[in-house]
């Protein structure tokens, strides 16, 4: 199976706009999906396909694609936003997570 | 509401086996894949296994031929068997329904699996 790559860490002020980078070789050819996940909590589908927004997840929460990489998007960022996010796709040898970034809010 | 709520989880000595199970509710079990998500402490996500609606079954290299999934859909259950365990298996392991087959939507709160001496 492939690699998808993710910084570890991203730190941004609140009410600043935090990305979040994952980059992996079949991105092109297959959806990403972003989860969140704070301590001692499952993680959370917060975008699905590359771009859309499950309901209940707020609007300053987004994503785009770009040929090897997506990124995840977070507007207006609040201390509740403090987590680590994970990007996640698959292949035909099954599901792939990131090595997970941990978002700081300042 | 729609949850699902892992079990079994323990204590196990290198070269056991142990068996988790994960109660399902508020939605048809029957009708979703169904996948195993496990997490050490401190570490990222790794995908397990999962099983169809039709009982197929699929794994990644790390656990393939030690571990089986399978459900009771009458029961609303799934279940990891989990044989020949090492200490690199220790990890919370969640229950996570399929979502557009490809990713997880819905996840349970996860069992701690300690492989150790």
């Known amino acids: 199976s492939y690699e998808l790559t993710q910084p570890p860490s991203v730190s941004v002020s609140p009410g600043q706009t935090a990305r979040i980078t994952c980059s992996g070789d079949?991105?092109?050819?297959?959806?990403a999906y972003w989860y969140q996940q704070k301590p001692g909590q499952a993680p959370v589908l917060v975008i699905y396909k590359d771009s859309e927004r499950p309901s209940g997840i707020p609007e300053r929460f987004s994503g785009s694609s770009s040929g090897t990489t997506v990124t995840l998007t977070i507007s207006g960022v609040q201390a509740e936003d403090e987590a680590d996010y994970y990007c996640q796709s698959a292949d035909s040898s099954g599901r792939v997570f990131g090595g997970g970034t941990k978002l700081t809010v300042l | 509401e729609v949850q699902l709520v892992e079990s079994g989880g323990g204590l196990v000595q290198p070269g056991g086996s142990l068996r988790l199970s994960c109660a399902a509710s508020g939605f048809t079990f029957s009708s979703y894949d169904m996948h195993w998500v496990r997490q050490a402490t401190g570490k990222g996500l790794e995908w397990v296994s999962a099983i169809g609606t039709a009982g197929d079954t699929y794994y990644p290299g790390s656990v393939k031929g030690r571990f089986t999934i399978s459900r009771e859909n009458a029961k609303n259950s799934l279940y990891l068997q989990m044989n020949s365990l090492r200490a690199g298996d220790t990890a919370v392991y969640y229950c996570?329904?399929?979502?557009?087959?490809?990713?997880?939507?819905?996840w349970g709160q996860g069992t701690m699996v300690t492989v150790s001496s």
């Open positions: 079949a991105l092109p050819k297959q959806y």
């Open positions: 996570a329904r399929d979502f557009d087959g490809w990713a997880f939507d819905i």
